[in-house]
T-cell receptor, first 112, second 115 residues
């Protein structure tokens, strides 16, 4: 089955800096790659996703890039703010398997 | 604002006791997932159902865990007997899946502590 690895496990940045979180996946057939944000004590919520037919997607300060050849994808957050502090999970899904395999999470701390 | 509802939110129990967690998915969603979250394992898939049929429960310890979906508005996850290593937050999520996966909507989670 699919295996997703996520790095780094913790990331601390100054407010206004950029943050990058990287994930690799094992199954070349995977075609859907979402990112979820989980604030402390809350539920995970989708913030952005990308499908394998595109290489990049942006939504205001967040963007996701996908490199199918290398089987990795990344989350980019620009102009970070304290409210971006949370745990971020990447995930991947193989076609025909209607469930997500999640990475181990990255705890992002934005220092004011 | 449609949400996935989970009960109980918190449960403290003694080792060996039975624990049942319940989930009401968002009306109209056809797929329901159970994930377990621990500090060490992240979000671990336990089981999921599509149109109430179990599709995969390979992530569950079969000897003590069972998952069912008796109707479209209720999914249950049962642990019997519970053990301290089962202490975790259990999330239910629902979504609308066709040929692939879409957005998952998570409940608030059930925090289980087994003493």
């Amino acid at each position: 089955g699919e295996n997703v690895e996520q790095h780094p496990s913790t990331l601390s940045v100054q407010e206004g800096d950029s943050a990058v979180i990287k994930c690799t996946y094992s199954d070349s057939a995977s075609n859907y790659f979402p990112w979820y944000k989980q604030e402390l004590g809350k539920r995970p919520q989708l913030i952005i996703d990308i499908r394998s037919n595109v290489g990049e997607k942006k939504d205001q300060r967040i963007a996701v890039t996908l490199n199918k050849t290398a089987k990795h994808f990344s989350l980019h957050i620009t102009e970070t703010q304290p409210e971006d502090s949370a745990v971020y999970f990447c995930a991947a899904a193989e076609p025909g398997r209607r469930a997500l395999t999640f990475g181990s999470g990255t705890r992002l701390q934005v220092q004011p | 604002d449609a949400r996935v509802t989970q009960t109980p939110r918190h449960k403290v129990t003694e080792m060996g006791q039975e624990v049942t967690m319940r989930c009401q998915p968002i009306l109209g969603h056809n797929t329901v997932f159970w994930y377990r979250q621990t500090m060490m394992q992240g979000l671990e898939l336990l089981a999921y159902f599509r149109n109430r049929a179990p599709l995969d429960d390979s992530g569950m310890p079969k000897d003590r865990f069972s998952a069912e979906m008796p109707d479209a508005t209720l999914a249950t996850l049962k642990i019997q007997p519970s053990e301290p290593r089962d202490s975790a937050v259990y999330f239910c999520a629902s979504g609308l899946t066709g040929t692939g996966v879409g957005e998952l909507f998570f409940g608030e989670g059930s925090r289980l502590t087994v003493l």
